[in-house]
């Protein structure tokens, strides 16, 4: 299985984004944004293309397959 990782604490720090913000607009409980982050939960794809959107990146700019 493939570990994917994500620059999303990188990016909320660039965009004044709390952990709370990010999950409000996206639609998710904080504690889902603090998994996704520590990459103990991958979002689905819905998910992380509504991430993208708010960050106005591409899936493949936050999500990167990792070790396996």
């Given amino acids: 299985m493939i570990k ?3 620059n999303i604490k990188v990016l909320r720090a660039e965009n004044d984004y709390t952990q709370a913000n990010l ?3 996206v ?7 603090i998994a996704i982050e520590k990459g103990t939960y991958d ?9 993208a959107v708010h960050f106005s990146k591409s899936i493949e700019e936050i999500f990167t397959p990792g070790d396996k």
């Fill in 23 to 25: 999950a409000e607009l």
């Fill in 43 to 51: 979002p689905s794809l819905k998910l992380a293309f509504k991430i």
């Fill in 27 to 33: 639609g998710v409980s904080r504690q889902t944004i």
């Fill in 4 to 6: 994917v990782k994500n």
